[in-house]
T-cell receptor
Framework: AQTVTQSQPEMSVQEAETVTLSCTYD???????LFWYKQPPSRQMILVIR??????QNATENRFSVNFQKAAKSFSLKISDSQLGDTAMYFC???????????FGKGTRLHILP | DAGITQSPRHKVTETGTPVTLRCHQT?????MYWYRQDPGHGLRLIHY???????DKGEVSDGYSVSRSKTEDFLLTLESATSSQTSVYFC?????????FGPGTRLTVT
């Protein structure tokens, strides 16, 4: 069975700093997708970034980038120049291309401090 | 915006009463999902659908049923609500190996 583990329940950083959120996963599959979702206080789930396992290049979306280490089954999210609006719960998630079901980690609550 | 709406957005109900939550999408996506979100658990899959009248169970399906009679609507029913079903419920659709979520429904069972 696939599992997703986020080892940091809560983090706080100063505005404009860089922060890295950790995620590890376990699977025997070779083809899969990894995601980071953001959930601000509004409760809306927002897709931040996606990584295809077959791609070696790390995905980047503006200030958000990932460090994907397939052999280590690690998928961390780096937020550069953090902003107050980045305050949210962040979920790491995993999906194979067999069944379109996503498995979520338990989340990391991130506070950006002014 | 994947055109997903959920109704109601908030509901308070009593233990033992039936409750139906509705998810509606406007873009004819084949796959639809129901999740519940609880503190310390992240999002957990309740049921999902891969087409009209085609549904399957997720990891926390006990006490829930679903129906999908039209592509655009996916209903989640709690036959007899219990306090343990107090939660935030999210509907989602899948498109090109990404999932997009509705705004959520906060359900309180007293």
């Amino acid at each position: 069975a696939q599992t997703v583990t986020q080892s940091q329940p809560e983090m706080s950083v100063q505005e404009a700093e860089t922060v890295t959120l950790s995620c590890t996963y376990d699977t025997s599959e070779n083809n899969y997708y990894l995601f980071w979702y953001k959930q601000p206080p509004s409760r809306q789930m927002i897709l931040v970034i996606r990584q295809e396992a077959y791609k070696q290049q790390n995905a980047t979306e503006n200030r958000f980038s990932v460090n994907f280490q397939k052999a280590a089954k690690s998928f961390s999210l780096k937020i550069s120049d953090s902003q107050l609006g980045d305050t949210a719960m962040y979920f790491c998630a995993f999906m194979t291309n067999r069944d379109d079901k996503i498995i979520f980690g338990k989340g990391t609550r991130l506070h950006i401090l002014p | 915006d994947a055109g997903i709406t959920q109704s109601p957005r908030h509901k308070v109900t009593e233990t033992g009463t039936p409750v139906t939550l509705r998810c509606h999408q406007t873009e004819n996506h084949r796959y639809m999902y129901w999740y519940r979100q609880d503190p310390g658990h992240g999002l957990r899959l309740i049921h999902y659908s891969y087409g009209v009248k085609d549904t399957d169970k997720g990891e926390v399906s006990d006490g829930y049923s679903v129906s999908r009679s039209k592509t655009e609507d996916f209903l989640l029913t709690l036959e007899s609500a219990t306090s343990s079903q107090t939660s935030v419920y999210f509907c989602a659709i899948s498109a090109e190996y990404e999932q997009y979520f509705g705004p959520g429904t906060r359900l309180t069972v007293t």
